[in-house]
Structure formats: structure tokens, C-alpha cells
């Protein structure tokens, strides 16, 4: 089974241009998640979707961030216009709850660079 | 709130010796505790869970966790550190009623040959 993918894995842009990241979950969790790692910092939640609706977004740092996921199933997380301290690592996670147990699965994340 | 205090940011052990990673966690609830490691280069891969069932939890790996209440705490442990268990781990929290994971800062494991 693929587990969750990222595209791409390394983006470097210049301050004011716009970025996008896509997510692939793994088939079939309706769960999708987006964090991130600053330098230096802990990585922290951005946003959460159920299918094709945000859940909880209280993670988004600002209204540069716009996260999606039409037909619930990849979602992207658009950052227009980009500011220097958007660079970090950006992680996609994604899970289905059994038995009420849940277990959040990771992406290799996308390192985004803002020079 | 939770949140999540890994008490080492490097950790240095020789090969063939046991691993501590130190983890203390304040929740308001019956939370969920996991450990991540992240390899160089590579995504977050999960090592163990700890959700209510025994204190003590195996992973993959040769990893364990002792979950204790009464200290709050979370420890990582391994008997026998081998050279590609070389990574940065993450202890993680997440409380009943939200499901956004908090982490921890991380702590480096390094070994030596």
C-alpha cells in the first residue's frame, strides 16, 4: 500500500512569488492534516480536513495560507504571496480511526526555501 | 493545554549501549503519546503508541515506552543503540477531543562507532 506522498519534495522561491504543495493521503483515510517545521522550532499543526471540509484550521498562521481539498482526496496548500519566514518544512499526515484508536501517517514533506 | 517537553535536544550514546530519550508531558485529558523518528532526508515514521491499553509499550525497532501517570512522563528506551538508529525523535501528544498532534522539540540521537 503507498503510503502518503508530497509534491514537490524541495521548492525554492523568492519573497512576494506563490507556492503550492500538493498531498496525496493513503487510500481511503478520510483524515487529512497539514503541519510545518520552521528553523528551529517545533513542528506545528496548520489544519485539519475530514473528506473535503476543514475540521480545524486554528493552526494557520495567516490569511497567505490557503489549504484545500476538493472531492476529498489530495489536498494542496497554496502560500501567496511568500514571506522569508514561510521557509520550513511542510508536512502532510493523513489517518482513519479504528476501534477509536487513530493513528496520524506522514509524508516525507516538502522544504520550502524563501529567499 | 497540552504540551510536550523533550528534556535533551542531543543525546550521544556508543553502539551496543542502552538508549534513553527523556519525555514529560502536561495534558488536561487521557491523552494519546506516541514517539516519531525522522531519519536524515526522510518523512516522520512512527515508532510506538500508547492510547489507554498497557503502560508499556513496544515499537519497532527494539523500542519501548513506560507510560507513567504519576510522573507524566514518556521515556524512549532501548537496550542496544545499533549505528542506524542515528535520527532525530519526536515525542508527540494528542488529547482526547482534538485531534491536532502536539510535538515536542525533538531530540537528536546520535551513536558512535
Known amino acids: 500500500e503507498a503510503g502518503v506522498t508530497q509534491f514537490p519534495s524541495h521548492s525554492v522561491i523568492e519573497k512576494g512569488q506563490t507556492v503550492t504543495l500538493r498531498c496525496d493521503p493513503i487510500?481511503?483515510?478520510?483524515?487529512l492534516y497539514w503541519y510545518r517545521r520552521v528553523m528551529g522550532k517545533e513542528i506545528k499543526f496548520l489544519l485539519h480536513?475530514?473528506?473535503?471540509?476543514?475540521?480545524?484550521e486554528s493552526g494557520m498562521p495567516n490569511n497567505r495560507f490557503l489549504a484545500e481539498r476538493t472531492g476529498g482526496t489530495y489536498s494542496t496548500l497554496k502560500v501567496q504571496p511568500a514571506e522569508l519566514e514561510d521557509s520550513g518544512v511542510y508536512f502532510c499526515?493523513?489517518?482513519?480511526?479504528?476501534?477509536?484508536?487513530?493513528?496520524?501517517?506522514f509524508g516525507p514533506g516538502t522544504r520550502l526555501l524563501v529567499l | 493545554a497540552q504540551s510536550v517537553t523533550q528534556l535533551d535536544s542531543h543525546v550521544s550514546v556508543s553502539e551496543g549501549t542502552p538508549v534513553l530519550l527523556r519525555c514529560n508531558y502536561s495534558s488536561s485529558y487521557s491523552p494519546s503519546l506516541f514517539w516519531y523518528v525522522q531519519h536524515p532526508n526522510k518523512g516522520l515514521q512512527l515508532l510506538l503508541k500508547y492510547t489507554s491499553a498497557a503502560t508499556l509499550v513496544k515499537g519497532i525497532n527494539g523500542f519501548e515506552a513506560e507510560f507513567k501517570k504519576s510522573e507524566t512522563s514518556f521515556h524512549l528506551t532501548k537496550p542496544s543503540a545499533h549505528m542506524s538508529d542515528a535520527a532525530e525523535y519526536f515525542c508527540v501528544v494528542m488529547d482526547t477531543g482534538r485531534r491536532a498532534l502536539t510535538f515536542g522539540s525533538g531530540t537528536r540521537l546520535q551513536v558512535q562507532p
Open positions: 499526515a493523513s489517518s482513519q480511526v479504528l476501534a477509536g484508536v487513530e493513528t496520524q501517517y
Open positions: 487510500s481511503g483515510h478520510d483524515n
Open positions: 480536513f475530514v473528506k473535503e471540509s476543514k475540521q480545524d
